[in-house]
């Protein structure tokens, strides 16, 4: 199964028909947050990535919520957005949390607390494709000289050894991989990833 993955648009519609012309060589396409900027431009970003016919799954970032995210994707029918739960794709079992995890100090972000964070993690099927905005704590995290990542979010990979951990969100981090026991984990960025499962 090939995968193209990437993370925080923030409104660049040029990037996402940029995507979607990309996404014919892909199996299944994965949007890990951030397609508006402080909840403006998620339609018209959504719009253009519209044209996707393969399997999309996407999470929301801080910029944007989980329910406007499914609202903006209701015409886009090969779109599922995930938020606390997992699908299955050709025996590949995906699992979705977006949000900014740890909380931003940002009053318009849509953010969830750690503790919320694990609860809701705990139901991360085992070696599934784990796909989150925020990055765990202490890889592919570290902005303005500190790691601004989600002690929850790797503890789950601990636990759970996605057989991948695809986020984005701290834009310092784009392009950045590391690993977790097994797990690779990378910060996505914008300008798209083929990965092969």
Same mark, same amino acid.
């Given at each position: 199964m090939k995968l193209l993955a990437f993370s925080d648009l923030h409104r660049d519609r040029d990037a996402a028909r940029r995507l979607a012309d990309m996404s014919q060589d892909a199996d299944v396409v994965i949007g890990a947050g951030d397609f508006a900027s402080m909840h403006f431009g998620l339609g018209r970003t959504i719009e253009a990535l519209s044209s996707i016919v393969k399997p999309t799954l996407l999470v929301a970032g801080n910029n944007?919520? =989980?329910a406007a995210l499914s609202r903006a994707c209701a015409s886009f029918?090969?779109?599922k957005v995930l938020h606390g739960e997992a699908t299955e794709i050709d025996g590949v079992s995906f699992f979705g949390l977006g949000a900014g995890i740890p909380p931003t100090p940002f009053p318009w972000s849509? =953010?969830?607390d750690e503790e919320r964070a694990g609860e809701t993690l705990e139901e991360c099927p085992e070696h599934a494709v784990l796909v989150v905005?925020?990055?765990p704590?202490?890889?592919v995290d570290r902005a303005f000289g500190r790691n601004l990542g989600s002690k929850a979010i790797r503890a789950a990979i601990e636990r759970k050894h996605p057989r991948l951990a695809l986020c984005g969100h701290i834009h310092q981090g784009?392009?950045?991989e590391a690993k977790i026991g097994e797990t690779r984990v990378v910060n996505l960025g914008p300008e798209g990833k083929f990965f092969d499962l």
């Open positions: 944007e919520s =989980d029918s090969a779109a849509f =953010d969830l905005h925020s990055p704590k202490g890889v784009w392009g950045q």
